[in-house]
């Protein structure tokens, strides 16, 4: 059973920048799909990034030209650097793995992006 480890959020101003990683156990993670989503208070959980086992990426329209997504194998660990933050992307973020049928959430971490 993989166990999905998040951290790196905060409260940080618009415009600022942070960082979240996601550290995966087990030893599925180099096959898996690793995504980033989020969920704002009374809104549902959005795809916010993904990234293939081959490092291919996708981001949804609102954020891209301002977060990036990468992969470490050898780390087991998965980041999503966010830049130019707004307040509207304040939510909590939650680390998603999938290989095959098997699909794992990491506990999630709270961004706050203060105006």
């Known amino acids: 059973q993989v166990q999905l480890v998040e951290s790196g959020g905060g409260l940080v101003q618009a415009g600022g920048s942070l960082r979240l990683s996601c550290a995966a156990s087990?030893?599925?993670?180099?096959?898996?799909?690793m995504g980033w989503y989020r969920q704002a208070p009374g809104k549902q959980r959005e795809l916010v990034a993904t990234?293939?086992?081959?490092?291919?990426?996708s981001y949804t329209d609102s954020v891209k030209g301002r977060f990036t997504i990468s992969r470490d194998n050898a780390k087991k660990t998965v980041y999503l650097q966010m830049n130019s933050l707004k307040p509207e992307d304040t939510a909590v973020y939650y680390c998603?793995?999938?290989?095959?049928?098997?699909?794992?959430w990491g506990q999630g971490t709270q961004v706050t992006v203060s105006s």
């Open positions: 990234v293939t086992s081959g490092g291919s990426t």
């Open positions: 087990g030893s599925i993670f180099g096959g898996a799909n």
């Open positions: 998603n793995l999938r290989f095959g049928r098997y699909d794992a």
